[in-house]
């Protein structure tokens, strides 16, 4: 079963804009991580958060995390059309395997 | 490059047949997970290994696959009579365990066509 539910499930914006992803999640967990996955490639690690840290940035990127909602954001700021892809949230689930969200498709128009 | 490598990159069969795919992690990585991922979906966990040991296989996991990673290093997966169903990218992963979770690094994938 999947955990995390990343909104929008597609988001078109202009090269040089700000792109936010959403991820809910269901259960409690020690963190959550952020991977990129381009067409037909396999998935990057981008940046992980602890369950007891509320932001983090890396970049151009900006992850926020708010436990009592159970919610986590990804900003990329000046937006690149390298970074059109798929944005997945992972968390934390038993025996520290990971689940994952369906993912938010990202796509930078020049 | 010291990266995943998955082999093959596709793989075309048809219904019924035998398929294996092999997985190199990184070096000193001591877990391997295997995933699948359909379109439009995130990864879906099938098993990992913690060094030679299978220590978790999702209950969706069917009996017709299996799993080994024999010395610790290299795994292999292996599909028996393919289903329509089983078409699909075939993820792995690796990671260095150190209690919490820690970034998984992906391999390409082996991307399965039944026929």
């Known amino acids: 079963s999947q955990q995390g539910e990343e909104d929008p499930q597609a988001l078109s914006i202009q090269e040089g804009e700000n792109a936010t992803m959403n991820c809910s999640y269901k259960?409690?967990?020690?963190?959550l991580q952020w991977y990129r996955q381009n067409s037909g490639r396999g998935l990057v690690h981008l940046i992980l958060?602890?369950?007891n840290e509320r932001e983090k940035h890396s970049g151009r990127l900006r992850v926020t995390l708010d436990t009592s909602k159970k919610s986590s954001s990804l900003l990329i700021t000046a937006s690149r059309a390298a970074d059109t892809a798929s944005y997945f949230c992972?968390?934390?689930?038993?025996?520290?395997?990971?689940?994952w969200g369906a993912g938010t498709k990202l796509i930078i128009k020049p | 490059d010291t990266g995943v490598s998955q082999n093959p990159r596709h793989k075309i069969t048809k219904r019924g047949q035998n398929v294996t795919f092999r997985c190199d992690p990184i070096?000193?990585?001591?877990?391997l997970y295997w995933y699948r991922q359909t379109l439009g979906q995130g990864p879906e966990f099938l098993t990992y290994?913690?060094?030679?040991?299978?220590?978790?296989k999702s209950r969706l996991l069917s009996d017709r696959f299996s799993a080994e990673r024999p010395k610790g290093s290299f795994s292999t997966l292996e599909i028996q009579r393919t289903e329509q169903g089983d078409s699909a990218m075939y993820l792995c992963?690796?990671?260095?365990?150190?209690?919490?979770?820690?970034?998984?690094?992906f391999g390409d994938g082996t991307r399965l066509s039944i026929l």
């Open positions: 070096s000193e990585h001591n877990r």
């Open positions: 290994f913690q060094n030679e040991a299978q220590l978790e």
């Open positions: 259960t409690s967990i020690n963190n």
């Open positions: 992972a968390t934390d689930g038993s025996n520290y395997q990971l689940i």
């Open positions: 958060i602890r369950s």
């Open positions: 992963a690796s990671s260095f365990h150190l209690g919490l979770n820690q970034p998984q690094h």
